[in-house]
């Protein structure tokens, strides 16, 4: 009967201690994209990446179905400001990182559909400790206005 009840205990004890592994770890908030016309075949999309964990970690890569992503940011030469593209974004132990606009971002390059608000998208972020991350991305009404495209 001793050995029911160490059994037992073990077991409840290794479902606390997986509880609290998932508790910590990576996760993903605020996560959108502003809708854009047709004609234009690019995007971008933002959010805020939390690192919950004792370990500093690297976002590699992500990828999308809705086009190729890539890890850019925005910098200034001589004044005039430029995108640039990064290899990956490095997120401090305990930390979060933010995706924005006007710094870095995912750009969505050669989009299949165009981004409509009201609807989502899903991206893959794939990080160097082997974890991958599925994130919904919202696709809300366009804040900045167009005028005009090349």
Not at 108 to 128: H, Q, T, W, Y
């Amino acid at each position: 009967m001793k050995l029911i009840f160490k059994q037992l205990f073990n077991i409840c004890l290794l479902s606390l201690v997986s509880f609290v592994a998932l508790a910590e770890g990576i996760t993903v908030t605020k996560a959108y994209s502003n809708a854009m016309p047709k004609s234009v075949p690019n995007g971008a999309a933002y959010m805020r990446i939390n690192n919950h964990t004792a370990t500093d970690i690297t976002l590699e890569s992500a990828v999308a179905d809705i086009a190729k992503v890539e890890i850019h940011t925005m910098v200034s030469h001589d004044g005039l400001m430029s995108m640039e593209q990064l290899e990956a974004i490095g997120i401090a132990a305990n930390s979060s990182f933010e995706l924005k606009p006007g710094g870095v971002h995912l750009m969505l390059l050669g989009l299949k559909k165009p981004l409509i608000a009201g609807e989502s998208f899903d991206v893959r972020l794939k990080f160097n400790n082997g974890q991958t991350l599925l994130v919904n991305v919202e696709i809300a009404q366009s804040m900045q206005h167009h005028h005009g495209h090349h």
